[in-house]
T-cell receptor
Framework: DVKVTQSSRYLVKRTGEKVFLECVQDMDHENMFWYRQDPGLGLRLIYFSYDVKMKEKGDIPEGYSVSREKKERFSLILESASTNQTSMYLC???????????????FGDGTRLSIL | KQEVTQIPAALSVPEGENLVLNCSFTDSAIYNLQWFRQDPGKGLTSLLLIQSSQREQTSGRLNASLDKSSGRSTLYIAASQPGDSATYLCAVIFLTGRRALTFGSGTRLQVQP
C-alpha cells in the first residue's frame, strides 16, 4: 500500500513565523503535490513537482515555496505565515505516466495549520 | 477555464437506498478521472479511477461511469449504509496544461440509519 506521511496532524504557529510542512512518500513516485482545502473553496493546488529539484506553481503559490531535494520528500514552506494561511494542507503523490497511467493519486492525512 | 462541478452539494438518504452522485467537467480532453472519499478532518481516499479510454469502473458497491463527450461522470452507490456517510470528491486530470488534478467542490452524503 502506498503511504504518504505528513509530519504533523495539527500545528499552531504565530504570524510572521517561517513554517515548514513535511511530506514523505514510500512508493518511489515521480510526482508530488501540495493542496490546501478551505470550506467553500474546495481543494486548491499550491505547488507540485515532477522530479527532484523541479517545481511548478499551482493556482495559489503566493506566500509559499517548496523544496524537493530527495525524491521521497516534498516540503511546503510558508515564508512569513499570515492568518489567511490558516487551513488544512494536504500532500499527495502519484507515479508519472510512464510508471502507470492507471495509478491514482494518493493523499496524506493532512495537516491542520492555525496561524495566530 | 477548465473546471469540475459536482451536484448536489449535499444529499441525505435513508439506509438501503441506491444513489447517484454527479460530476461534470468543462473539457472532454482528459487523462483520467478519479473519485475520492473524505471523512471529516481526514485526508482523501481514492475510490475509483477511470482512464480516458474506459467507460466505467466498479469496486464492490461502487460503480463509476465516464462519458467524455458530454463531460460527465456519475458515482453510483448501491444499498447505501451509514458508514458511507462522507464527502465524495470528483477530480480530473486534463490533457492540456499541467498534469495535476482539478477538483470539484464535493458532495456531502449523509446516510440515515
Amino acid at each position: 500500500d502506498v503511504k504518504v506521511t505528513q509530519s504533523s496532524r495539527y500545528l499552531v504557529k504565530r504570524t510572521g513565523e517561517k513554517v515548514f510542512l513535511e511530506c514523505v512518500q514510500d512508493m518511489d513516485h515521480e510526482n508530488m503535490f501540495w493542496y490546501r482545502q478551505d470550506p467553500g473553496l474546495g481543494l486548491r493546488l499550491i505547488y507540485f513537482s515532477y522530479d527532484v529539484k523541479m517545481k511548478e506553481k499551482g493556482d495559489i503559490p503566493e506566500g509559499y515555496s517548496v523544496s524537493r531535494e530527495k525524491k521521497e520528500r516534498f516540503s511546503l514552506i510558508l515564508e512569513s505565515a499570515s492568518t489567511n494561511q490558516t487551513s488544512m494542507y494536504l500532500c499527495a503523490s502519484s507515479p508519472s505516466p510512464g510508471q502507470g497511467a492507471d495509478q491514482p493519486q494518493h493523499f496524506g492525512d493532512g495537516t491542520r495549520l492555525s496561524i495566530l | 477555464k477548465q473546471e469540475v462541478t459536482q451536484i448536489p452539494a449535499a444529499l441525505s438518504v435513508p439506509e438501503g437506498e441506491n444513489l447517484v452522485l454527479n460530476c461534470s467537467f468543462t473539457d472532454s480532453a482528459i487523462y483520467n478521472l478519479q473519485w475520492f472519499r473524505q471523512d471529516p478532518g481526514k485526508g482523501l481516499t481514492s475510490l475509483l479511477l477511470i482512464q480516458s479510454s474506459q467507460r466505467e469502473q466498479t469496486s464492490g458497491r461502487l460503480n463509476a461511469s465516464l462519458d467524455k463527450s458530454s463531460g460527465r461522470s456519475t458515482l453510483y452507490i448501491a444499498a447505501s449504509q451509514p458508514g458511507d456517510s462522507a464527502t465524495y470528491l470528483c477530480a480530473v486530470i486534463f490533457l492540456t496544461g499541467r498534469r495535476a488534478l482539478t477538483f470539484g467542490s464535493g458532495t456531502r452524503l449523509q446516510v440515515q440509519p
